[in-house]
């Protein structure tokens, strides 16, 4: 098993590739985990996503898919309507998709 994250999918492509073949599980957290979130057709609300590399987190699922790696990806997400350390937040699972406002 192996553990990735960070903010860009863009700067641990090479990364992620060599690990689908050395592990039967990856995780994938932080902000990188919302661009594999959309790829897969889930709403991300405002959350952070590489737009320019949606396509390339499809292959990278399909890949893992091919070589039978299970890749996770977060179940729930802890959501604000702001950045504020105030701001009231709330769990949303990740089924549901996170609304567009938050």
């Keep these: 098993m192996a ?3 960070g903010a860009k999918v863009s700067d641990k492509i090479d990364v992620i590739r060599n690990l689908l073949s050395k ?3 990856l995780l994938i957290g932080g902000a990188m985990a919302y661009t594999f979130l959309r790829a897969q057709g889930k709403r991300t609300g405002k959350s ?3 737009e320019d590399r949606v396509e390339l987190a499809k292959s990278l699922l399909q890949d893992a898919q ?3 790696v299970r890749l996770l990806l977060p179940s729930d997400n802890l959501v ?3 950045i504020d350390a105030s701001a009231k ?3 949303i699972k990740t089924a549901e998709g996170i609304p567009d406002d938050t």
């Design 80 to 82: 604000a309507e702001k």
């Design 3 to 5: 553990i990735i994250g």
């Design 89 to 91: 937040t709330h769990t």
């Design 48 to 50: 952070l996503v590489e």
């Design 23 to 25: 592990v039967n599980v």
């Design 66 to 68: 091919s070589k039978n």
